[in-house]
Every structure is written in C-alpha cells, then in structure tokens.
C-alpha cells in the first residue's frame, strides 16, 4: 500500500521481506505480474534489499521471484518436507534446497 510506504520504510533495516500474498501461508500463490509490480515500486523506494516469500513452493516460482527480488523465501514447503520424513528429513530437504538454489542461480544467470 503505498500509503504505508513511507512509515515501513523509515523503520526498516537490513533487508524487506515483501509478503507476496495475503491469507494463510503456503495455501496461496501470488500472480507475478503484481510481485514484479511490488518489487520495482519498493527498489524504487529505497536501496534495501527486498526478499519475497509466503506461497512459493516450486523451483519455477523461485525463478520468476529471483529474477526481480534480492531473495526469496521458502517456509512452508519445508515445514511439510520434514513433517513427512520425520527425522529422516535432512536428506529430502537438502534436495529439495537443492533444486530451489539451482532455479534461481540459472535465474540470475539470465539476468547477467
């Protein structure tokens, strides 16, 4: 909201995490088209760092974010990996990072 801008950004440091989507995390997937919009206007605003999160799930998901945002945050993903797998879930996690960190560095890539 670009009325509260101004009042986040005088309170923020380090970095801005931009909650793509409004509801329950992990149920829901913003359209990129409006984070694409939401990034530029907050890089427009200030020289933080904006990382993007709440709904990504897939390695495509994480591409798309990670060629507009700084950073993209996965959550609830993991939290259902390791409900699965128990103690057994380092293996299927580290995979799972794994195929997340590959999406986005062959992102960045494109963007070089």
Not at 60 to 82: F, H, L, T
Request: glycine share 10%; aromatic share 4%; net charge negative.
């Amino acid at each position: 909201d670009e009325r509260r801008l101004p009042t986040v950004l005088d309170g923020a440091g380090g970095f801005l995490y931009y909650v793509s989507v409004a509801g329950i995390t992990g149920l829901q997937q913003a359209a990129q088209g409006s984070i694409d919009d939401a990034v530029a206007r907050l890089k427009a605003a200030t020289d933080l760092p904006v990382a993007v999160g709440f709904g990504v799930r897939t390695p495509d998901q994480a591409a798309a974010i990670a060629r507009v945002a700084d950073g993209v945050v996965v959550g609830s993903a993991i939290v259902e990996i390791v409900a699965a797998h128990g103690t057994d879930a380092p293996a299927p996690v580290a995979a799972y990072i794994r195929t997340l960190a590959d999406a986005v560095a062959s992102a960045r890539k494109e963007l070089v």
